[in-house]
């Protein structure tokens, strides 16, 4: 069972900056996908980050320019750096990874980013 667990996510204020990791149990080479999601209160969970296995990586379109997703590989890690925060950016931020194109995929149990002066 693969384990994935966030941390990095706190109190920020607007305009600031933080990083959130997320630890994976296995090898993060092996996952097709890993991504980062994220949900606001009363919202559905959206997609924020993804990259590929071979390193490719995409973006909601209101996030790009602001968050940046990277990996390291020896320390089987996933980040997201995240800039110039609004309150807006506020939710729990998840880490994903699929195995496959198929499945199975697995989630963390999220980290709380709170946007607010």
């Known amino acids: 069972q693969v384990q994935l667990v966030e941390s990095g996510g706190g109190l920020v204020q607007p305009g600031g900056s933080l990083r959130l990791s997320c630890a994976a149990s296995e090898r993060i080479f092996s996952f097709y996908v890993m991504r980062w999601y994220r949900q606001a209160p009363g919202n559905q969970r959206e997609l924020v980050a993804v990259?590929?296995?071979?390193?490719?990586?995409n973006y909601s379109d209101s996030l790009k320019g602001r968050f940046t997703i990277s990996r390291d590989i020896p320390k089987n890690t996933l980040y997201l750096q995240m800039n110039s925060l609004r309150p807006d950016d506020t939710a729990v931020y998840y880490c994903?990874?699929?195995?496959?194109?198929?499945?199975?995929?697995?989630w963390g149990q999220g980290t709380q980013v709170t946007v607010s002066s």
């Open positions: 994903n990874a699929l195995l496959s194109s198929t499945g199975p995929d697995y």
């Open positions: 990259i590929t296995r071979g390193g490719s990586t």
